[in-house]
């Protein structure tokens, strides 16, 4: 029978009695030299911590037979740095020393240290510096570095798009971060920054408006925004390209169709981008026997914390709710007048910028509503169902187009319910299940072919 000992404190033992001798001078066998200082060492200990002592002191070199070595590159007080760390394994890196303790680390193969120094680096990190970072990574060759700067860049984009380093971006380097699906901006802002890096240098840059121009995810632009102001700017007008880009939308969306030309099809397939702009919004409600509540509130995934917005200018009982470009549009619902105790079935669509933060009014709906469905698709929200003016469930389905502001009707579904799930995908809309006028379930899936206004229906059990 063995028993295995292992004696955890014997490492450290044998590295402060090493670097005892090292201070006492005993048993050393070679100088480390630089800047008139020398530094006694241990050739087995230096071999045995780094590559680069290895080849020097195993192999053929001059150095091996020397009693004192001169180390070219690396100053003094770095040397000694370094000395210390690899007979005590501690050594303390600060914003003063960490990039010639970085080079020093390179060059004499210290990965460790290296890579200390690079998570140094990596936490003083910010929107300011994030672009000199990655210029310093790729000079000292520290992949861990230049992956995380990246990181801040794409994550904290708005910030760094207004820094003095962003406009001296080469074309290939602002392309790398237009294409890059984590950029943390929405298209209105990425559009905005190319045309500020061209105008920093208009004259050699303006011939790039196309190739930026094709990095901007159109399909996730406000369509007034889209129409109104990137299609008029000037140097997209100069471009016949942009203009043929442009068109090719425009056609795309007023058609109300996922299928679009080979040229285009890359530029309106591709994905959304990650944003933090990304949020989480609660509106109304009622809490015991309360009045429904006219209150706002928004969850920041970045802080983890919830914001109050502004209230709802109406108190709104079982009104729709949905999102399309940064703006929360609330459809209908059932007013009450706390004066007289009356309700009215309101058609009234009041819309919350989540930049600005304000309420406004768009166009009301052709019926009044509550209770009804809502869902999105492109620029359109389509209104179905609910309980109308006469308190009954009415099967009236209509759609909001976003770009001019305008209702039309559509074919009504075959049957009324309340509450179903609704989802649009690919120029249809789908509506299953729900409940009839006396609440029970409805086994029914209900489809609406939104290009033709044709509706066709099967039964699910």
């Not at 066998?29 to 002592?53: A, M």
């Not at 394994?89 to 210290?110: C, D, F, K, R, W």
């Not at 492109?378 to 770009?403: A, C, Q, W």
Request: aromatic share 10%; net charge neutral.
């Amino acid at each position: 029978m063995a028993f295995t000992f292992r004696d955890s404190e014997l490492a450290g033992h044998l590295l402060s009695q090493l670097n005892g001798l090292r201070q006492s001078r005993l048993l050393t066998d070679v100088f480390l030299c630089s800047e008139q200082r020398e530094f006694p060492c241990h050739r087995s200990v230096l071999v045995s911590s780094s590559p680069y002592f290895r080849a020097m002191f195993c192999s053929n070199f001059l150095e091996s037979s020397q009693a004192r070595v001169n180390i070219q590159g690396i100053s003094s007080d770095v040397l000694s740095d370094i000395v210390d760390y690899v007979y005590t394994g501690s050594i303390s890196i600060t914003m003063e020393n960490v990039l010639p303790l970085m080079q020093a680390a390179s060059m004499l193969h210290y990965v460790g240290l290296f890579e200390a120094c690079s998570l140094f680096l990596q936490k003083q990190l910010s929107p300011e510096n994030c672009l000199s970072m990655i210029r310093l990574s790729e000079i000292l060759h520290c992949d861990s570095l230049k992956e995380r700067a990246k990181e801040t860049a794409v994550r904290s984009f708005s910030d760094v798009a207004v820094s003095e380093d962003f406009c001296e971006l080469s074309l290939p380097e602002l392309m790398s971060y237009l294409e890059d699906d984590r950029l943390c901006a929405e298209e209105e802002q990425v559009f905005e920054t190319l045309l500020a890096w061209i105008h920093h240098d208009p004259f050699s840059r303006r011939g790039a408006i196309h190739d930026l121009f094709k990095r901007v995810r159109l399909r996730y632009i406000h369509p007034t925004y889209l129409f109104q102001f990137i299609a008029n700017d000037p140097l997209v007008q100069s471009s016949t390209l942009c203009t043929e880009i442009i068109d090719s939308v425009r056609r795309l969306m007023l058609s109300v169709s996922t299928k679009c030309s080979r040229e285009l099809k890359p530029l309106w397939t591709t994905p959304r981008r990650y944003t933090c702009e990304e949020t989480l919004v609660v509106v109304g409600g009622r809490k015991n026997n309360e009045q429904t509540s006219r209150e706002a509130l928004l969850y920041d995934e970045r802080t983890h914390r919830w914001q109050w917005l502004a209230k709802l200018p109406l108190r709104l009982y079982k009104a729709a709710y949905v999102c399309i470009h940064s703006i929360l549009y609330v459809l209908g619902g059932l007013s009450l007048c706390t004066a007289s105790g009356d309700s009215t079935v309101s058609a009234t669509v009041y819309t919350l910028s989540l930049k600005t933060n304000q309420w406004r009014t768009a166009e009301p709906m052709l019926q009044p509503r509550y209770a009804h469905q809502s869902v999105s698709f492109l620029h359109f929200i389509f209104v179905l169902g609910g309980i109308g003016m006469d308190k009954k469930i009415t099967p009236s389905l209509e759609r909001y187009n976003s770009m001019f502001n305008q209702w039309e009707s559509m074919a009504p579904m075959p049957t009324a319910v309340l509450h179903p799930a609704a989802v649009a995908n690919d120029q249809k809309i789908y509506v299953f299940g729900g409940e009839d006028a006396i609440q029970n379930p409805v086994r029914l899936i209900q489809v609406n072919k939104s290009k033709t206004h044709r509706v066709e229906y099967n039964n699910s059990y």
